[in-house]
């Protein structure tokens, strides 16, 4: 059987409903998600949002320090855009029904919070769970709407694609890819289904899975990068993987952030004995950027053989600490650490994926009809390092474009969809006898990720992780074309294409800047590389 929907969003994060909440009101959505619909990276976020609201700041500023961060790639054009569009998006949720921490009484009189990197107070924030407060937001507005179908357990295998061939010119005939949907996953009945789709947007979050240690959730498996790059878009930056310094350490705690945010209330870095160690590093201390202050732990760790620093801010009043941050107080406690009085033991770890899909102004990929918003996209926002909290902001501006620009094609669109589309050929596949092949290569995968293209790189680990990346990939490669799909099949097969795109990134930079550091290389090269990797299948 065939589905078939105006909007097919995959994903259901902030990037994605948002989106859907709009393009609702043009044509029937369709929005497909892995698990269920809350399950998203944008639930986990706790710190927040950055916008332009507060007195003592400006669109300059806000541009200025995301420039600063990107350390030298930022599209100027495209921080200008989402600065200046941020404060309306944000005024939107508030009509939406997210509830943020207040100062005054005015209806946008937002209390704000600070975080690394930011020259002022621009955080907007629901104590620490900012991103649970908005999702939920969102995920009602969805519900009741009757224009939206939301499929749970739904996996997105494959895009669909067509090339057809475009008179450019008099002369000259170029042949376009064009995107009509996609194969998806059925994980309750284990069936493939084919979604043709006027407008496919790819919303499916990060994909720091592909490391060993996470902040991320299971689903951040980069999917959406997978199925752009094999579909023929091209994806950029894939060498900026974002490690946030501050991830709990404990045997039992899986990805626990401890946010930023509690750096910006004043929380210090210690060492193992006891001692403050920023100040060896950067003027900045705590609050410089996540780059800086994640390889400052890295390399503490190395030096002193530590198995983690500890992050205190037990000289705050336990009362301001407790309401501020309850979540993080209540996640620690369950762990033994009361962190009014205790210092709380952190290690860095992968949090966000600076590259994606390469979009334009209006979140469109070089792929015709296929958009793609939020932390899978690469729209030039956050060059070689993201400044905190810019996240969510990019997803609401660029879902914000990504809707007007579809739904002014959608029309032209919908008069051009007489295509057969073929669906998924099960022929000569069986059920695997071998699970744990996939869940070996998971686990050789994340561990390779995690040992050698990792905080620091050389070239050497780099070509050592590409080979053995390589035959890694191969043996799925046979794997999932002989066995029937499973989504724990799907995942890997984008893992283990993310974790290939992130090396040959890596290695194309010849360079430290921002994210990437090479010991090989530790200078900054402008004349060089001020230009973002791209990355583009041929077929
Ligand atoms: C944090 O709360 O530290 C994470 C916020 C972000 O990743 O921007």
Redesign the pocket.
């Known amino acids: 059987m065939i589905r078939k929907t105006d909007f097919l969003v995959i994903g259901s994060g902030i990037a994605g409903l948002s989106y859907a909440l709009k393009a609702a009101e043009h044509g029937h959505v369709t929005i497909i998600t892995k698990k269920n619909i809350q399950q998203s990276n944008t639930a986990l976020?706790?710190?927040?949002v950055a916008a332009v609201f507060g007195k003592q700041d400006s669109v300059d500023l806000h541009v200025a320090d995301t420039l600063k961060a990107g350390d030298g790639l930022c599209d100027p054009d495209v921080v200008k855009m989402v600065v200046e569009n941020g404060p309306e998006r944000v005024r939107e949720l508030v009509d939406l029904g997210a509830r943020f921490n207040m100062a005054g009484t005015g209806k946008f009189d937002f209390a704000m919070g600070r975080?690394g990197g930011h020259s002022v107070k621009r955080i907007i924030h629901a104590h620490?769970l900012t991103g649970r407060e908005i999702e939920d937001a969102l995920v009602a507005r969805a519900r009741e709407n009757d224009n939206i179908t939301i499929l749970e357990d739904h996996v997105a295998v494959n895009l669909i694609t067509f090339s057809s061939s475009v008179r450019s010119g008099i002369l000259v005939t170029q042949y376009e890819n064009f995107c009509c949907g996609a194969y998806v996953l059925n994980n309750t009945t284990g069936r493939v289904e084919t979604f043709h789709a006027a407008i496919t947007l790819l919303a499916t979050g990060g994909a720091s899975k592909v490391y060993l240690y996470t902040s991320n959730p299971d689903i951040a498996t980069g999917d959406g990068i997978a199925m752009a790059y094999r579909a023929g878009a091209s994806v950029a930056n894939m060498e900026f993987v974002q490690f946030?310094p501050?991830c709990l350490f404990h045997p039992k705690a899986k990805n626990f952030?401890i946010?930023?945010?509690v750096r910006g209330e004043g929380a210090v870095l210690l060492d193992a004995r006891g001692r403050r160690f920023m100040e060896n590093y950067t003027p900045d201390r705590e609050l410089a950027c996540r780059d800086v202050v994640a390889r400052a732990i890295d390399s503490e760790l190395k030096k002193t053989g530590a198995e983690s620093v500890f992050l205190d801010i037990s000289h705050k009043d336990p009362g301001f600490v407790r309401q501020r941050f309850p979540n993080i107080h209540a996640r620690c406690l369950e762990y033994g650490i009361d962190i009014t009085t205790d210092p709380i033991p952190v290690v860095p770890a992968a949090?966000?994926m600076c590259g994606g899909v390469a979009t334009d102004l209006n979140g469109k990929t070089d792929v015709q009809r296929l958009y793609a918003v939020g932390e899978t996209s690469c729209t030039g926002l956050h060059g070689a390092n993201?400044l905190?909290?810019?996240?969510?902001l990019e997803a609401l501006v660029y879902a914000h474009s990504a809707y007007l620009d579809s739904a002014r094609e959608l029309p032209a669109i919908k008069k051009n969809m007489d295509i057969n589309l073929a669906p998924w050929d099960e022929t000569d596949t069986t059920d695997s006898d071998e699970a744990i092949v996939v869940s070996h290569n998971w686990d050789e995968i994340r561990r390779l990720m995690w040992n050698y293209v990792g905080i620091v790189r050389s070239d050497k680990r780099l070509q050592r992780a590409a080979r053995r990346i390589k035959s890694i990939q191969d043996e799925i490669n046979e794997y999932y074309w002989d066995f029937t799909l499973t989504s724990d099949l799907v995942e890997l097969r984008n893992i283990v294409t993310v974790a290939k795109l992130v090396i040959q990134s890596a290695l194309q930079r010849k360079e430290s800047r921002g994210l990437h550091y090479n010991i090989g290389y530790p200078e900054r090269e402008d004349n060089r590389f001020l230009a973002p990797t791209v990355l583009k299948k041929r077929f």
Do not use: I, P, V
Request: aromatic fraction near 4%; avoid cysteine; proline fraction near 0%.
């Open positions: 976020a706790q710190g927040g975080e620490d946030h501050t952030l946010s930023e945010a949090h966000y993201r905190a909290s810019n996240s969510l």
